[in-house]
Structures are given as C-alpha cells and as structure tokens.
C-alpha cells in the first residue's frame, strides 16, 4: 500500500540553526509532492510542491525541498531557523487515478529554542 | 477575500447527539474534501466531493455524512453512530492536485 513516512515525530533546533525534515514514500511511480505547514489550532498551508522538472524546489518562508528519486524522498530544508517556524510539518503526496486523494505523513513538530 | 471558511471553531457534543460542521469555499473550486486529525496522526480522509450532487467515502465514513448541494458548500454531519467523535476536522477545497486547507473545527464529545 502506498504510504508516506516522516522518520521524526519530534526536532528541536536552536535558532539560526539548520534544519532537516525528512520524507519518505512508497508508491511505484513518482507522485505528486507536498509539504504543509500548520501552526497549533490552525489549519494547513501549503509550504511548496513538486511535480516535475527541477528536483529542487523553492517554497514559502525560506524553506526549500529536494525530491531524490533514488531514495524515494522529499526532505524539507531551511538554512536558518526563525523562532516562528515552530509547528508540525507534514509530508503529502497524490496518488493518481480517479480523484486527487492526499496520503500524509504522521507529521514532524518542530521545536526551536532561543 | 478568497478562501475556506469553516464554523463554528470549538464544538462540544453530548454522545448521541448528531452535530453538523459547517465548511464554506469561494474559490470556484470543483473538489471538496473533509479530513479528521487526531493527535501524533496524519490526516485521514473522511469523504470528498468532485462536484455538485456527488461525493464520495474516503478511508474513514464510517458515523459521518455529507451533502454537496452547491458548489460552495460542503458540510460535514458527525452521527451518533461515529464511535469516537473528538478530534479535529479540516475542511479543503482544490484544484488540478493542490488542495487548500480552512481553519479548522474542534469537536469534543462531552
């Protein structure tokens, strides 16, 4: 079944610091990719998506996401993390037949101390 | 302003009762979505609607029904018959393959 992992339920980081998401798929073809972000009570806003062409995308808020075929990931990534950037991350991808049905990861919270 | 507005933000429930959530879109989009959250979880599909008068289950309908009456409108009923009702519901709307998400509703069965 195809399926989407988020290896971290839990990151802090430090701000400025460097941060890393990490994503992973299992579906047989390459899917649509998403990543969300949602602030505590709130709903979801789309951070940036891949669909084809340049692995490398540029999203919101500074945050970028490279897909990697050959790993079957979609890592999300920041080169420098504000205090505002704490909230839980969710990796989504569509699956293609029929309707355009989103399979989520269990989401990574993000911590960042001052 | 464009977007998805959800109402109301906070809901309590008695068990028994049937309660419904409302979920408004003015993006002209043909597709609507309901989603449950629980925490430490991903998002999980209730029911979805491709466009007016037809909609479908998702992975988890089980206690809850829809409508899609206009196309603006999606409103979400959680029966008596949903087991475990708690949790919060996210309404979206979308477009090709993007969806785009409302604030959220809150229910918690008293």
């Known amino acids: 079944a195809q399926s989407v992992t988020q290896p971290d339920i839990h990151i802090t980081v430090s701000e400025g610091a460097s941060l890393e998401l990490r994503c992973n798929y299992s579906y047989g073809a390459t899917p649509y990719l998403f990543w969300y972000v949602q602030s505590p009570g709130q709903g979801l806003q789309l951070l940036l998506k891949y669909f084809s062409g340049d692995t490398l995308v540029q999203g919101i808020k500074g945050f970028e996401a490279e897909f990697k075929r050959s790993q079957s990931s979609f890592n999300l990534r920041k080169p420098s993390v504000h205090w505002s950037d704490a909230a839980e991350y969710f990796c989504?991808?569509?699956?293609?037949?029929?309707?355009?049905?989103?399979?989520f990861g269990a989401g990574t919270r993000l911590a960042v101390h001052p | 302003d464009g977007g998805i507005t959800q109402s109301p933000k906070y809901l309590f429930r008695k068990e028994g009762q049937n309660v419904t959530l409302s979920c408004e879109q003015n993006?002209?989009?043909?597709?609507m979505y309901w989603y449950r959250q629980d925490p430490g979880q991903g998002l999980r599909l209730i029911y979805y609607?491709?466009?007016?008068?037809?909609?479908q289950k998702g992975d988890i309908a089980e206690g809850y029904s829809v409508s899609r009456e206009k196309k603006e409108s999606f409103p979400l009923t959680v029966t008596s018959a949903q087991k475990n009702p708690t949790a919060f519901y996210l309404c979206?709307?979308?477009?090709?393959?993007?969806?785009?998400f409302g604030p959220g509703t809150r229910l918690t069965v008293l």
């Open positions: 609607s491709q466009i007016v008068n037809d909609f």
């Open positions: 989504a991808v569509v699956l293609s037949g029929g309707y355009n049905k989103l399979i």
């Open positions: 993006l002209n989009h043909d597709a």
């Open positions: 979206a709307s979308g477009t090709g393959s993007e969806q785009f």
